[in-house]
């Protein structure tokens, strides 16, 4: 078996018609409306995982090439450290732990950004999504065999962990991820 390869994504398998009216305008419809039109569709997907990922960030997300009745799923829960050992971001930059840690913080209080109040109380308000990748990867035309988990949504929150942990200030958790799997990542695709 080959290495799932991030360097060359195919393009979108999305079907238009699962789009949120008025994506990327100030009056894209709400969840509940879109998750009605749609759930029928993505039964077999938790409506947190649609809502936090399609519906969210829609073919925004580099991983809006998994074609979605394909997709299986699996909730699991980590301590920080094993969660931080176990994944690979491929993009989202350079951690840089004291920056990250005071650009969530803001000025501290009320103010902070949402995922530094929700990990600040112990974990994160949503699951990170993670993909299988049992083959490993080629990522930046370096191959990486142990490589078995790559964010595909979730980059601040792994950024504010991250941070968390190199500061000595780990959350409790656990941290709840959903992992998604998919015949891609195991035979491959013709580009």
Known sequence: ???????????????????????????????????LRNRER????????????????????????????????????WSGDALLASIHRAWGG??????????????GGVDRHPTAVALDQGTWDYSMVLLSTPFGV?????????IQLVIVEGHQRHRYLNALHALGRAPPGPH???????????????A
Request: aromatic share 16%; charged share 20%.
């Open 42 to 77: 993505l039964a077999h997907l938790p409506a947190d995982l649609c809502e936090q990922w399609i519906y969210r960030h829609w073919t925004h997300s580099p991983f809006s090439f998994l074609p979605l009745d394909d997709l299986a799923w699996e909730r699991r829960l």
């Open 1 to 35: 078996m080959h290495p799932f390869d991030l360097d060359h994504l195919p393009a979108t398998a999305w079907p238009d018609a699962l789009r949120p009216v008025d994506e990327s305008t100030y009056a894209k419809e709400p969840f509940y409306a879109w998750w």
């Open 176 to 190: 709840e991820t959903i992992v998604l799997s998919t015949p891609l990542t195991v035979v491959g695709w013709t």
């Open 94 to 107: 350079e951690l840089h732990p004291q920056f990250d840690y005071e650009t969530f913080q803001r000025r």
């Open 138 to 146: 080629i990522d930046g035309g370096d191959v990486l065999p142990a």
